[in-house]
Each structure stands twice: as C-alpha cells, then as structure tokens.
C-alpha cells in the first residue's frame, strides 16, 4: 500500500514543477500561455457570451459593460461546443484593455490563423517582441495579408518614456471617463477635500497606470485602432481607383480631381512645394525661417490620407469649396481641407478669404498648397503617425511637441479612422503601419479600473483533485429562498434609448427635476442622483444635458447612464453657438470630444464633420430642429 502509492507522488512532484514552470510563463502573459489555437475575430463588434449560446449573458468589462471585439482581435481558442442552437461554439481567451478574459463566441465568427510561419519570421526579423507577434498575426491575417507592420525602434527605454509622458499636466482625462484613471499624485489631487484639479475644465491628471496603457503600442493592436500607427507619410503607390473608393461618396471627387489628389502627395510636388515657400521667406528677408525650411527633408504625403480629411473636412455634397468660390475679384478659390475656416459668423468664408491669400485659385494650387500644409504641420518631423504625434517618440525634440494633452488622443484617433475605413470599403486597402518598440517594455500594461476586475487564469492543473477539502466553514444560507426583487425597466418607462451606457432620447430642455420625477413614477422607491461630469450633483433645475451621469439605486441593484443630448456638444443642456465652437475644435483638432460629448455631436452616421456643424446651425435658425433619437 505505502509502496505503491510512492511513484504516482514522484510523477505529481514532476508534475507540478513542470507545471509551476508552464504557471509561470503563462505570468508573462497569460493569452499566450493558454494552450489552443490562434486565431482571429473576422467581423466587427461581436458580443461574447459567458457560455456556448446567444441566450447566455454578455461577458463584461468594469463588471457593466458588455464586452465586443472588433475584426483583427487576436484570440485563442482552447475549446470547441455545440449550442443548444445547434451552432458550434468556440471557447476563446484574449486581452480586453490588457486584461486576460474568457468566454464564448460563435464560430462563423472567428478564424483560425493557420500556418504562417513565414510571416512569423518576419515579425522576428523585424525585431518585433513576441509580446507583439500575436496582435500582428491577427491583424494581418484579418486584412487578407494587406496590412503591413513594419517596426519602429525607437531606442527608448519604457521607463525613461514613461516617466517623461507621465509628468503632471502632459497627459490629461477627461471627466468621462471615471476617477480611476486620474492621478492622485499631490498637484492633481487634494485628498483633504476630495478635490481633483481641473487642467481644463472637466479634464484632469491621467495616473501613471493611465499613462503606460496608452503609451504601451499593443494597446492598439487589438483591432482597427491600430490605424493610429498608419503612415501618413508616402504611399507613392496608393492608385487611382483606390482613391476613388475612399471618396466614392462625395459629389465633388470628379476623376481630375482623384489625379490631383494623387500628385499633390507626391514627393516631387511637395519639394516644388518647399522651394516656393523657401523663395517668399527669403524675399520677406525672413532668413531664419527660411534657413529652417531648408532643413527639412520633404516626403510625401498618402493620398489616402489627404482624401480621408477632406472628406471629413468639407463633407461629402457638392461644395464651392471643391468646385470655386468666386469672390469680388472675379476669381474662384478653392479650399479642400478648410485651412483657416474658423472664427465669426461665417468660418467657411475665412477659409476661402485664407485661399484667396494664399492664391489658391485652381483646385490642384488648393491640394499642393493644403499638402504642404498638412506635410509642415503633422508630418515634418518625423511624427508621421497619429501615435506619434500624440507621443513624440522620434529623435527630434522627444516628448514634445506633442500635439494633444488628451491621453486617448492617438486612441480615439485611430479608432475613428478606422470606422471611416470601413464606412467607405477600405479596410482591405493596402496599408503601412509604423509599430514603435520601446526596451525593457512590462510584459503587460493594463487600464486602471475602479474595481478589482475578474481576468481568466489558465488552469495550471489538468488533473482534477481526486480529495477536494470540504469548505472548512459553510455559512448556513440565512433565507433560502428569497423573493427576488422586482425588476424595473427604466429605460423604456421613460421611453428613452440606451446604448452602451448612453442614454438619449430625452425631450430638449427637460429639467433634471423632471426627470426624477419621471424615474420615481416607473417606482417611487428608486434613489435618483444626477451628476456632473466631475461627479459633482446637479441642481434640480439644471436642465438633463450631455455628459451628465445619472445614477438609479433600488432593491434589484444600481444602474449608472451617461446622458446625450444629441447638439449638446458642450453639456450645457442647450444647443447653441457654444456647441458650434465646441463641434468646430474637435474638427480642426484643437480640442477633441470624447464620450458622451462626441456622441452628442455624432449628428449623422458615426463622425464629426461639417454636417454636424450645418446640423447645430440648422437648429439654431429654427430651420431643422435636432432629433433626440
Ligand atoms: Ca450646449
């Protein structure tokens, strides 16, 4: 008896190290440490359930949100099941804002990455972090291969990057987004009054945490938002008809000036470009700038970006912008991408006044001139990605001029860019993605949360334990059968829509008052407080504006709603010229809206453009009042 039971022990203690050991690496980074396949999510926004079937709950995030992955994310499958649907479900694990989860999707939506090894050496011979190598895979396969990922080697170290980036007042949150991603450091926070000081107003110190996640490359590389590494520097190969698919929409993209825009990026141009700016500085006798300019060695400018921005800029309708705007000295000028339209009553007029000054007075003069622009303003020096210009990564001038204080700025911006990519059919498109690669980089960064969040820990041991311990101390259930709480439905008692955690729908200018009372008439025992963006209350007779947080408590649990009011970019509850300034500086890129305030200014399909300006200005005349959808 004793004997036999000698060499099962050995094995387990072989075992276990081995297995201690195979814990360890899965530390590194848990996804990679899970056994199964590789594989991809094919398609956007696809829900993940906590078990095989369409009927089982959304697994979260923040323990309120219900988690969706977008086409590229990288994912393991470690097990396959039927549904009772019939369907086949795969269990997969991947990174959610570097956490580690675990739950089911339907199988037509995932791909396996299959052999690619020659890719995989690729990557290596990139230099690529085999923390990075999974998330690139996946993206790649995702594009049909058309995705390329090039690496950058910044030569930083992390912790030198961010320490610099993490300095109080470089990187700021806005209110949005919950107090768990501000810093606390002394400045930022007074912990005597609970007080967090506003940089700008409703903006705040992002935490250090705060800092690395978005700081960390693979933060991006989980889909779409990886387009925050695009190169807007060359693509001298971007063709006529792949141009033509990104303005397929706008009535004003003739095929002459689908050319144009092809060779006002080119190289050559932008240096003729140069040389003209170079001869005006020196005949005005500004020889320091001039001696500047020369300095700088030109490249040239994706077309497909150009063409992304102008229409973004000017919209998608017919435009004098496009087709000439005469003026009084019987000239037309031309402005596609809204260079100096800002300020007064007509900013699109300035914009035209600036073409004028500019003698812009053909469409290619307005191209080559706004690439050139667009060239010395986002591009000269080296920060030819939207992750690089939010952190100035390159040899020139590192860490700054930076060109937003807002953390999620290269985030947000590559996210937008994708959905415009796809909105348009060019998300196959061939593209080039810069990568950078910090040393000595953590083997994960994650986003703060403001509670513990539940991750998937692969289990270490297959074999189940044959002697479980009998819990030492079960608690004898205090009432084994309670009657559950009622559930109330507050969202169509007020007949109002929610998505995500926004809530729209409200009547303009409702009282915050009125709304209690609508809310305690669905159940006169729920708690109601509304607040501001900055968490703090709200009087009564404020009016239910953007970005105001309402919070419901009653006996089945807390729910917790961002308001929208759709026009109310600025959250004053009213929609006004103020919100035309607000809509105006995140188009230009001054100050970008983010939240629930960019939703508010979301006014048709997913973007902030001109139309939502021409919409907020079309309620403000009374002519077409916005729709509180
Ligand atoms: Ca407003």
Same mark, same amino acid.
């Given at each position: 008896m004793t004997h036999s039971s000698a060499k099962p022990n050995r094995i387990k203690r072989i075992l276990s190290a081995f297995l201690a050991v195979l814990l360890l690496a899965s530390l590194v980074l848990p996804v990679l440490g899970s056994v199964g396949e590789d594989a991809y999510v094919n398609d956007d926004?696809?829900?993940?359930?906590?078990?095989?079937?369409?009927?089982?709950?959304?697994?979260?995030?923040?323990?309120?949100?219900?988690?969706?992955?977008?086409?590229?994310?990288?994912?393991?499958?470690?097990?396959?099941?039927?549904?009772?649907?019939?369907?086949?479900?795969?269990?997969?694990?991947?990174?959610?804002?570097?956490?580690?989860?675990?739950?089911?999707?339907?199988?037509?939506?995932?791909?396996?990455?299959?052999?690619?090894?020659?890719?995989?050496?690729?990557?290596?011979?990139?230099?690529?972090?085999?923390?990075?190598?999974?998330?690139?895979?996946?993206?790649?396969?995702?594009?049909g291969g058309q995705w390329t990922f090039v690496a950058y080697h910044t030569g930083l170290k992390w912790s030198d990057a961010l320490e610099n980036e993490s300095t109080l007042g470089r990187a700021l949150i806005h209110g949005n987004y919950g107090t768990a991603l501000r810093s606390t450091a002394p400045g930022a926070y007074d912990s005597k009054t609970g007080q967090w000081k506003e940089y700008e107003p409703d903006w705040y110190a992002a935490s250090r945490q705060t800092v690395a996640y978005y700081l960390d490359p693979r933060s991006y590389l989980t889909d779409g938002t990886c387009i925050a590494f695009e190169q807007l520097s060359g693509g001298e190969d971007v063709t006529h008809a792949q141009l033509k698919k990104v303005l397929a929409d706008c009535a004003w993209a003739t095929d002459a000036i689908i050319d144009e825009f092809i060779k006002a990026g080119s190289q050559e141009e932008l240096e003729k470009a140069k040389q003209t700016e170079l001869k005006r500085l020196r005949s005005e006798g500004k020889t320091e700038a001039a001696d500047r300019l020369e300095a700088v060695t030109v490249s040239g400018v994706s077309p497909i970006f150009l063409a992304v921005k102008a229409r973004s800029e000017i919209g998608t309708s017919s435009t004098k912008n496009a087709t000439g705007y005469l003026l009084s000295d019987g000239k037309k000028y031309y402005n596609f991408f809204n260079i100096g339209a800002y300020g007064g009553s007509d900013p699109n007029y300035n914009g035209i006044l600036y073409a004028q000054s500019k003698g812009w007075d053909t469409s290619y003069k307005a191209l080559l001139g706004g690439a050139w622009f667009i060239f010395r303003n986002y591009i000269e020096a080296g920060q030819d990605t939207q992750y690089l210009q939010r952190f100035n990564l390159t040899p020139q001038y590192t860490y700054a001029y930076q060109y937003a204080t807002d953390i999620?700025?290269?985030?947000?911006?590559?996210?937008?860019?994708?959905?415009?990519?796809?909105?348009?059919?060019?998300?196959?498109?061939?593209?080039?993605?810069?990568?950078?690669?910090?040393?000595?980089?953590?083997?994960?960064?994650?986003?703060?949360?403001?509670?513990?969040?539940?991750?998937?820990? &692969? !289990? +270490?041991? *297959?074999? $189940? %334990? @044959? /002697? =479980?311990? #009998?819990? &030492? !101390? +079960?608690? *004898?259930? $205090? %009432? @084994? /059968? =309670?009657? #559950?709480?009622?559930?109330?439905?507050?969202?169509s008692g007020l007949k109002l829509r929610l998505s995500d955690s926004y809530l729209s729908g409200f009547t303009l200018g409702t009282p915050v008052k009125t709304l209690i009372a609508q809310i305690k008439a669905v159940n006169p025992d729920a708690a109601v407080t509304v607040t501001d963006g900055s968490g703090k209350a709200v009087s009564d007779s404020a009016l239910v504006s953007t970005g105001q947080v309402l919070t419901i408590r009653d006996a089945a649990g807390t729910y917790t709603y961002t308001c929208v009011v759709y026009g109310d970019a600025n959250g004053d509850g009213r929609i006004a010229a103020t919100d035309l300034l607000a809509v105006k500086k995140h188009i230009l890129g001054v100050r970008t809206l983010t939240g629930a305030y960019a939703r508010a200014a979301q006014l048709s399909g997913s973007k902030i453009a001109a139309t939502s300006l021409l919409a907020i200005k079309k309620h403000i005349l009374g002519t077409t009042p916005i729709v509180q959808k």
């Open positions: 926004a696809i829900n993940v359930r906590s078990g095989p079937g369409a009927s089982y709950s959304s697994v979260q995030f923040g323990k309120s949100k219900a988690i969706r992955l977008y086409r590229g994310q990288y994912v393991k499958i470690i097990a396959t099941e039927k549904g009772p649907d019939g369907a086949s479900w795969y269990q997969i694990v991947f990174t959610y804002n570097g956490y580690t989860k675990m739950g089911y999707m339907r199988s037509d939506f995932v791909t396996r990455i299959g052999d690619d090894s020659a890719y995989q050496a690729y990557l290596t011979e990139q230099g690529f972090p085999k923390t990075y190598q999974p998330y690139l895979r996946a993206l790649h396969a995702a594009s999620t700025y290269a985030y947000q911006g590559g996210w937008s860019t994708y959905e415009s990519y796809v909105k348009n059919g060019l998300a196959d498109t061939a593209l080039t993605f810069s990568v950078p690669i910090l040393e000595n980089m953590p083997a994960v960064t994650k986003l703060p949360t403001s509670a513990q969040e539940d991750e998937y820990t &692969p !289990d +270490p041991d *297959p074999e $189940p %334990d @044959p /002697d =479980p311990k #009998p819990d &030492p !101390d +079960p608690k *004898p259930d $205090p %009432d @084994p /059968d =309670p009657e #559950p709480p009622t559930t109330y439905d507050y969202v």
